[in-house]
C-alpha cells in the first residue's frame, strides 16, 4: 500500500540554524501539506500546497518557513533560523482531495 | 470559530465494551469530518470519515454518528480491544485548501 514517507526520523540542530524536512508523497496526490505536533498536544496545520504554489498558510508559518517541491516526488519544508520553540514533529501529508494520509513525522529537537 | 472541541481528554474501557468519543464545533462551513488514531511516536492514521450529508457512516468495528443541526460529531468503537488503546483525533476541514483542525485529542486505554 502506498505511504507517504519522511525523512529524518530524527533531526537535532542548535538554534538560528536551517533545517530542511523532508518528504515523499503518495504518488498520485495532488495536494501537499505540513502539520506540526508539540509534544502532548493537537496537531495544527502549517501549510498546503497545490498546483506547485502555497494555497494556504497558518499564522504559524511565517516568514523563517517555506516548502518546495524541488522534484515530481519530493516535497520539502525549510526553517531558516530555527528557535528553542520549533521543536516538535513535523508530519507531511498528502490527498487526492480530501483524504489525508499522514507520514511518520521527522522529531526536530532544537538546542 | 475554527476550534473543533474534543472530549473526553481521557477513556478507560474494558475489553469489549463501547467507546465512545465526542467533538464540537462552531464553523457550518465545514464539510469533512475525519477521525484520526494515533499510537506513540507515529503519524496519525485515517480511521474513518463523514460529510455532512448522511448521520452515520460504519466500517467494522468504527461508526461515525453525525449531527449536523447540533453541530457535533462521535465516534463509536464497538468490541473496543486492547489493540485499540491509542490517541484519537476528530478533525474537520472546508473549503478547496481542506486544511484540518485537529480536536485536542482522547487518549483512549482498552483494558484486557
Known amino acids: 500500500e502506498p505511504e507517504v514517507t519522511q525523512t529524518p526520523s530524527h533531526q537535532v540542530t542548535q538554534m538560528g540554524q536551517e533545517v530542511i524536512l523532508r518528504c515523499v508523497p503518495i504518488?498520485?496526490?495532488?495536494?501537499f501539506y505540513w502539520y506540526r505536533q508539540i509534544l502532548g498536544q493537537k496537531v495544527e496545520f502549517l501549510v498546503s500546497?497545490?498546483?506547485?504554489?502555497?494555497?494556504?498558510k497558518s499564522e504559524i508559518f511565517d516568514d523563517q518557513f517555506s516548502v518546495e517541491r524541488p522534484d515530481g516526488s519530493n516535497f520539502t519544508l525549510k526553517i531558516r533560523s530555527t528557535k528553542l520553540e520549533d521543536s516538535a514533529m513535523y508530519f507531511c501529508a498528502s490527498s487526492v482531495l480530501y483524504e489525508q494520509y499522514f507520514g511518520p513525522g521527522t522529531r526536530l529537537t532544537v538546542t | 470559530q475554527q476550534q473543533v472541541k474534543q472530549s473526553p481528554q481521557s477513556l478507560i474501557v474494558q475489553k469489549g465494551g463501547i467507546s465512545i468519543i465526542n467533538c464540537a464545533y462552531e464553523?457550518?462551513?465545514?464539510?469533512?469530518f475525519p477521525w484520526y488514531q494515533q499510537f506513540p511516536g507515529k503519524g496519525p492514521a485515517l480511521l474513518i470519515a463523514i460529510r455532512p450529508d448522511v448521520s452515520e457512516k460504519k466500517e467494522g468495528r468504527f461508526t461515525i454518528s453525525f449531527n449536523k443541526s447540533a453541530k457535533q460529531f462521535s465516534l463509536h468503537i464497538m468490541d473496543s480491544q486492547p489493540g485499540d488503546s491509542a490517541t484519537y483525533f476528530c478533525?474537520?476541514?472546508?473549503?478547496?485548501?481542506?486544511?484540518?483542525?485537529f480536536g485536542t485529542g482522547t487518549l483512549l486505554a482498552v483494558q484486557p
Open positions: 500546497f497545490y498546483n506547485n504554489e502555497i494555497s494556504e
Open positions: 478533525a474537520a476541514s472546508s473549503g478547496a485548501t481542506n486544511k484540518l483542525i
Open positions: 464553523n457550518t462551513a465545514f464539510d469533512y
Open positions: 504518488s498520485n496526490h495532488l495536494y
